[in-house]
């Protein structure tokens, strides 16, 4: 099994992070309200976190370049999602494209609807991604320009290196 990693006691912390990696949304910022008697609309964040067991990934949603999804996922994030979870990750190839592919992924299963297939954005390290007809996303802890354009490409991670910490877990550690 392969993990996402940041702490600085490594040992003690991959452990209990390889027994259960979930992952909570929540909203940055609330919901705006503006024009409130005419033409009366509610802004979603631009930003979101997604909280594991190992810290806070701050996630910048790319509202033009998916918009429906980005809608679907901030709204997702003013209510929460107890459901939502982290369920593979992978290092970056040494060589080549993979396997490994290099990612960090997980389900968004309280979103409202599955979110489109939107634009034409090929992934890079630190993309959100969504995975085709499905509520299943990713990070990328690499370019993937192996996949082309293949994901609808829908939030950047802020100021956060943690992709490029993902590790192996001891095949001892339990799970």
Known sequence: MHLLS???EPHD???MFCRALNLLLIAQALAYRQDAFIGYSEKHS?????????GEIPISLLDA???KTCELVSELAQTGCTT??????????EAGYGPPYGLLQGTLEGL????????TVVAKKGHV???PGTKEFFIAANDHDEWGSAHT???MTISYSHTSDIRDCDENDEH
Do not use: Q
């Open 6 to 8: 940041v702490s600085s």
């Open 13 to 15: 912390s991959r452990r």
């Open 46 to 54: 631009d930003k979101i976190v997604l909280h594991s067991l190992d």
């Open 65 to 67: 370049v998916a918009p």
């Open 84 to 93: 939502c979870r982290f369920y593979r990750n992978e290092l970056p190839p």
């Open 112 to 119: 409202r609807d599955t979110p489109p297939r939107e634009d």
């Open 129 to 131: 991604c969504m995975i």
């Open 153 to 155: 490409v829908w939030g």
